[in-house]
Nanobody
Framework: QVHLAESGGGMVRAGGSLRLSCAASGSTFSAYAVGWFRQAPGEEREFVAAVNWAGSGSSPNYADSVNGRFTISRDNAKNTVYLQMNRLKPEDTAVYYC????????????????WGQGTRVTVSS
């Protein structure tokens, strides 16, 4: 069982930066892949980025829309995954969710078993 809690959302102007955090409970967190998804009003939840379990050695995955602007990382000692968001755009406005699944990343919401409550990001033009 994994419990997730996001933080770090807020309002920022276009071109600015935010860092989201996803704090997890559970002693086996390092064995879980963690993904970030977002959902804008009236839209479906979409994949943003994901990182494999701690020992995989593989590179993170990113959606094309955020590649080069967002960076996902994990600190297993703190049971936390971060999403550093730079050069934000108004179209990045959404509620951002972190999610966890065993071992390897997925890019679909249905791939993930555990979800946080979400944190809202608003980017003004």
């Amino acid at each position: 069982q994994v419990h997730l809690a996001e933080s770090g959302g807020g309002m920022v102007r276009a071109g600015g930066s935010l860092r989201l955090s996803c704090a997890a409970s559970g002693s086996t967190f390092s064995a879980y892949a963690v993904g970030w998804f977002r959902q804008a009003p009236g839209e479906e939840r979409e994949f943003v980025a994901a990182v494999n379990w701690a020992g995989s050695g593989s590179s993170p995955n990113y959606a094309d829309s955020v590649n080069g602007r967002f960076t996902i990382s994990r600190d297993n000692a703190k049971n936390t995954v971060y999403l550093q968001m730079n050069r934000l755009k108004p179209e990045d406005t959404a509620v951002y969710y972190c999610a966890a699944k065993w071992l390897r990343v997925g890019v679909r919401p249905q791939d993930y078993n555990y979800w946080g409550q979400g944190t809202r990001v608003t980017v003004s033009s």
